[in-house]
């Protein structure tokens, strides 16, 4: 695995290569982004951003939320998939936010997991993005991206957090994680567009197994773990972990 200091070179490089990175969740507020994060496993940003206006225009805020009833809210977030089971997950996570929370989000990692369809990196993401404390998501994206460049190692979403977490100052934890999955949605995709990529030269999946695959060279033994790197749920809640986009 690769030195701190080697991988804030490299997310330096491709923070350029990708200025935008950003969520792609439309919200507003706090709330607004908790719950379309939460709609957001096994779905696709596009599909939650065409859901959430008539959900926000109708429940503005948890309170509103909670005194939903599973009949009214299902029908609006049915195109997400795994509709009810997120439709208990939101209105169990809305009538927690009003009981203990006085219905405002929480800006801590203990308490948001505590809430119904919360995990860690649904909480991250609503840390990062809308609180302003910093937070490093990692969806499949991110452990894809950096288990090939060899900035982090393992399938565990959460040892690769803290792995890229002690490596990156804490004020670049919320952009790393917008970078990294960028790119793997633009680039580094499950078949790569290597000639695009701006670490190309310092990625190992590149030099273990493509390069060597354009020399004619078998890959080395390394690049049957990078390989197989799988990523398991980790977009969204606890209740919906079985499936992803």
């Known amino acids: 695995m690769k030195s701190p200091g080697e991988t804030r070179e490299i997310l ?6 990708h200025p935008d990175a ?10 607004q982004l908790l719950v379309a ?16 206006p ?3 225009k109708r429940y503005k805020d948890a309170r509103a939320l909670a005194r939903a009833k599973p009949a009214e809210l299902e029908p609006l977030i049915h195109s997400t998939g795994f509709y009810r089971a997120k439709a208990k997950s939101l209105l169990g996570m809305a009538q927690k936010l009003v009981a203990a929370h006085n219905g405002a989000v929480p800006p801590s990692m203990d308490a948001l997991v505590e809430l119904p369809g919360v995990g860690r990196k649904t909480a991250n993401v609503v840390l990062g993005h809308a609180l302003g404390v910093p937070g490093l998501p990692v969806d499949r994206h991110v ?4 288990n090939r460049i060899g900035i982090a190692e393992g399938d565990d979403p959460e040892v690769v957090e803290q792995q890229l977490c002690a490596a990156m100052p804490k004020d670049r934890w919320t952009r790393t994680s917008d970078t990294l999955i960028l790119h793997g ?6 078949k790569p567009l290597c000639d695009q990529c ?7 999946y590149f030099r273990l197994v493509i390069a060597r695959a354009r020399d004619g060279k078998a890959p080395k033994n390394k690049a049957a773990t990078l390989a197989k790197t799988t990523t398991p749920s980790t977009r969204g809640s606890k209740s919906v972990r079985t499936a992803r986009r």
Do not use: H, W
């Open 12 to 17: 330096g490089r491709l923070e350029s290569q």
């Open 22 to 31: 950003d969520t792609e969740l439309d919200y507003k507020t706090p709330f």
């Open 37 to 52: 994060t939460i709609l957001s496993a096994q779905s696709t940003d596009a599909r939650v951003n065409m859901v959430t």
């Open 54 to 56: 008539a959900l926000f």
């Open 143 to 146: 452990l894809r991206v950096s």
């Open 185 to 190: 949605r633009r680039i580094c995709r499950p």
């Open 198 to 204: 701006a670490v190309r030269d310092d990625c190992d």
